[in-house]
């Protein structure tokens, strides 16, 4: 199982980085998001908060790759045929699944890099790590909740064609929800469950908290926390989904 | 012993007429289809487009689940026992997809070798034995985007095998591939038959079946309308000629008057570069090659042959008459 994920990562990560459209998105992208965090925030003189916001745009570049770019993926797989041999494969579909969404999620680690150079080239942004070790574990922590947050929304591509669309329309929600636009504090009392139980509300806690200062581990227990929940769910959810499809015959597109 | 044995499996599918009416269509894909191969077998499954071949394969490969009907592959239940299914048969499909084209042939296998949990041990043993068998070697490392739709075929058929499977089953390998990669794919799938495998093979190719196969099965309409081997197939049709004359523009009242002639059993027509070729079947006596020229009248005539019954007569008949 560890094999075929490891294997299912790399080859994934070879993919995109092969694809003309998702390199050029991950160059361009951080430049759109990181001006609207820059200009939104109106805070060129907290050089702290700039530095906040590159974060968070990165967070937003992690689950933006993982909605869309794997959820496209995972469509394109359907259409290219090659959804119904990983279904057909002996291993459980969360082992060649998952390693699609993480990664995608890890992908978007690239687009961290990018969003802190832009951030730091176009807006002076200053770059500085208050605790390395934490940092060092926050990413992968983000990447994973992200991507396994990503694993129960495919659960649904797998059955439903149109999946993906609804997919593309969870991106912005999910940001704002998260907090990864602007405070959650900006935002009414009951969204604060809600952000909760989303990966990306931790996931940008702990990176933040890491490179700020704060209690970054706390937000990374969280992260591992929701990460196992999100995995719970996802098995549930692909083996009862998987079940639906070959009754259904969804697979492959007609 | 029997590997696969099917009985009277059925498969509706449905789908909505409508985003937004409730209304839902039923296609009723198999209407009871049965029979069953041998070990060490090549069994195949002829039919039209649209006749049920794919849907059973899915069935057999645990990728879909039948309607109703009993399906047992290796002794296992495909539809309730697919965990232990899917690491003992390998499912190989014609056409341009289910290969990951911007990675390289070899990542292609690395990947797949891995899912279907080759040995870490055995796994690069495997792979290069696999890239000589299937004429791949030295062109591994370039990516399959880069590849012929015969170099893709050979591929597929390389991942099928990763795992060593007992049971194959092919979906049509040569469709599309030109007369040479066909051949040589022929090849490959003849030598894995003398290998011991056992084989399911569905293809609209008559010759293919003719050349490859043991025993086939004509599936049209979702029903097996005949099976057994190629000879008695043949056979049931082999009583009489076959006449082929090539025309230039015949419309559907000529070959009515065509059908309408003593001793004629059946009036079929295909396309053959520039010309219409009209296949008359005659029943066994029946000399027809005047009469069908006089129906023919005011029609340009071409060619003119007349010839004993084939296998591909032998279907024509068999999926004409479901």
Same mark, same amino acid.
């Given at each position: 199982m560890i094999?075929?994920?490891?294997?299912?990562?790399?080859?994934?990560?070879?993919?995109?980085?092969?694809?003309?459209?998702?390199?050029?998105?991950?160059?361009?992208?951080?430049?759109?998001?990181?001006?609207?965090?820059?200009? @939104?925030?109106?805070?060129?003189?907290?050089?702290?908060?700039?530095?906040?916001?590159?974060?968070?745009?990165?967070?937003?570049?992690?689950?933006?790759?993982?909605?869309?770019?794997?959820?496209?993926?995972l469509d394109n797989q359907r259409i290219f045929g090659t959804l119904e041999l990983l279904v057909a494969a002996p291993v459980p579909l969360v082992a060649t699944i998952g390693p699609i969404m993480i990664g995608a999620g890890a992908f978007g680690v690239y687009g961290l890099v990018v969003t802190l150079l832009w951030g730091r080239l176009l807006f002076g942004i200053p770059i500085t790590i208050d605790n390395w070790a934490a940092f060092a574990v926050a990413l992968p922590s983000c990447v994973i909740a992200i991507g396994l947050l990503g694993l129960i929304a495919a659960s649904t591509f797998v059955l439903y064609r149109s999946a993906f669309a609804l997919g593309i329309a969870m991106q912005y929600p999910v940001?704002?929800? %998260?907090?990864?636009?602007?405070?959650?504090?900006? @935002?009414?009392?009951w969204v604060g469950p809600i952000s909760w139980v989303l990966a990306p509300t931790w996931g940008f806690r702990a990176i933040r908290e890491a490179a700020l200062g704060g209690s970054a581990w706390s937000s990374i227990g969280m992260c591992?926390?929701?990460?196992?929940?999100?995995?719970?769910?996802?098995?549930? %959810?692909?083996?009862?989904?998987?079940?639906?499809?070959?009754?259904?015959?969804?697979?492959?597109?007609? | 012993m029997a590997v696969v044995e099917v009985e009277d499996l059925r498969r509706v599918y449905r789908s909505r007429t409508s985003t937004f009416k409730r209304g839902l269509?039923?296609?009723?894909?198999?209407?009871?289809?049965?029979?069953?191969? #041998?070990?060490?077998?090549?069994?195949?499954?002829?039919?039209?487009?649209?006749?049920?071949?794919?849907?059973?394969?899915?069935?057999?490969?645990?990728?879909?689940?039948?309607?109703?009907?009993?399906?047992?592959?290796?002794?296992?239940?495909?539809?309730?026992?697919?965990?232990?299914?899917?690491?003992?048969?390998?499912?190989?499909?014609?056409?341009?997809?289910?290969?990951?084209?911007r990675?390289?042939?070899?990542?292609?296998?690395?990947?797949?070798?891995?899912? *279907?949990?080759?040995?870490?041990?055995?796994?690069?043993?495997?792979?290069? #034995?696999?890239?000589?068998?299937?004429?791949?070697?030295?062109r591994e490392r370039e990516r399959v985007e880069t590849y012929s739709r015969g170099?893709?075929?050979?591929?597929?058929?390389?991942?099928?095998?990763?795992?060593?499977?007992?049971?194959?089953?092919?979906?049509?390998?040569?469709?599309?591939?030109?007369?040479?990669?066909?051949? #040589?794919?022929?090849?490959?799938?003849?030598?894995?038959? #003398?290998?011991?495998k056992t084989i399911l093979l569905t293809t609209h190719y008559m010759f293919e079946a003719d050349e490859l196969c043991g025993r086939v099965a004509v599936i049209a309409g979702g029903r097996?309308?005949?099976?057994?081997?190629?000879?008695?197939?043949?056979?049931?049709?082999?009583?009489?000629?076959v006449v082929e004359i090539e025309t230039y523009g015949v419309d559907e009242s000529r070959l009515d008057r065509l059908r309408a002639l003593d001793g004629v059993k059946s009036v079929s027509t295909e396309t053959r570069d520039q010309a219409q070729v009209v296949i008359v079947q005659a029943t066994a006596g029946a000399s027809l090659v005047q009469p069908v020229l006089a129906a023919?009248?005011?029609?340009?005539?071409?060619?003119?042959?007349?010839?004993?019954?084939?296998?591909?007569?032998? *279907?024509?008949?068999?999926?004409?008459?479901?």
């Open positions: 094999r075929v994920f490891v294997t299912g990562v790399r080859l994934q990560l070879l993919q995109l980085m092969r694809s003309g459209f998702d390199i050029s998105a991950m160059l361009v992208w951080p430049i759109i998001l990181a001006s609207i965090a820059f200009y @939104l925030l109106d805070a060129k003189e907290s050089p702290r908060l700039l530095f906040a916001a590159a974060l968070g745009t990165a967070v937003m570049m992690m689950w933006a790759q993982v909605i869309v770019g794997a959820g496209g993926s940001w704002i929800v %998260c907090g990864l636009l602007f405070p959650l504090s900006l @935002l009414p009392s591992w926390v929701v990460s196992i929940a999100y995995l719970a769910i996802s098995l549930v %959810c692909l083996t009862y989904f998987e079940r639906l499809a070959r009754a259904r015959a969804s697979f492959r597109l007609a | 269509k039923e296609v009723e894909a198999l209407r009871g289809v049965s029979f069953s191969i #041998e070990q060490g077998e090549l069994f195949g499954l002829l039919g039209p487009n649209g006749a049920g071949k794919t849907t059973t394969i899915k069935i057999l490969t645990t990728l879909l689940l039948p309607t109703s009907g009993r399906a047992r592959v290796l002794g296992l239940d495909p539809a309730t026992q697919h965990r232990e299914l899917r690491s003992r048969i390998g499912y190989v499909f014609g056409g341009d997809r289910g290969l990951y084209d990675l390289s042939g070899l990542d292609n296998l690395k990947f797949f070798a891995d899912v *279907y949990r080759v040995p870490i041990r055995e796994k690069s043993h495997r792979i290069e #034995e696999l890239l000589d068998t299937v004429g791949l070697r030295g170099m893709r075929q050979r591929l597929h058929i390389a991942r099928g095998l990763l795992h060593d499977p007992e049971l194959l089953f092919f979906d049509e390998p040569t469709i599309g591939l030109d007369p040479v990669g066909a051949r #040589e794919l022929r090849q490959t799938v003849a030598g894995l038959r #003398e290998a011991g097996i309308v005949a099976q057994g081997k190629p000879s008695e197939l043949k056979a049931a049709v082999s009583e009489g000629t023919l009248d005011g029609v340009t005539i071409g060619k003119v042959v007349s010839r004993e019954p084939t296998l591909e007569d032998a *279907y024509v008949e068999l999926v004409r008459e479901a």
